[in-house]
């Protein structure tokens, strides 16, 4: 069974920064997508990030490029969430998710962690 462990996300106020982790349990797949949806009370589900662990390709949607980097580990089994210049409006539930390919549609990802709550206060 595949898990999606995230640790990281908190509080903080507009201009800080945060850092969230996913390490991925019992993913024997070399090549795959890990990243991060993320979804605010009210709101659809957004895309925030992903990479291809294969080759390190980097997805980011159009609100957070620029202000957020994803990185990976060296066994691409732990993937990084950097957040920086934090607004009001990135408050919500992140989630990890993975999958044997990257895509935009959060429909598409088989594997989904618990969420981890980012709070930005103005």
């Known amino acids: 069974n595949v898990y999606l462990a995230e640790s990281g996300g908190g509080s903080v106020r507009a201009g800080g920064s945060l850092r969230l982790s996913c390490a991925a349990a019992g993913y024997t797949l070399m090549r795959k997508c890990l990243g991060w949806f993320r979804q605010a009370p009210g709101k659809v589900r957004e895309t925030v990030a992903q990479?291809?662990?294969?080759?390190?390709?980097?997805y980011y949607g159009d609100s957070v490029r620029g202000r957020f980097t994803i990185s990976q580990d060296s066994t691409g089994n732990t993937v990084y969430l950097q957040m920086d210049l934090l607004k009001p409006e990135d408050t919500a539930m992140y989630y990890c998710?993975?999958?044997?390919?990257?895509?935009?549609?959060?429909?598409?990802?088989?594997?989904w962690g618990q969420g981890a709550q980012v709070t930005v206060d103005s």
């Open positions: 990479i291809y662990t294969g080759d390190g390709t980097q």
């Open positions: 998710v993975g999958n044997d390919w990257c895509s935009t549609d959060p429909n598409n990802y088989r594997y």
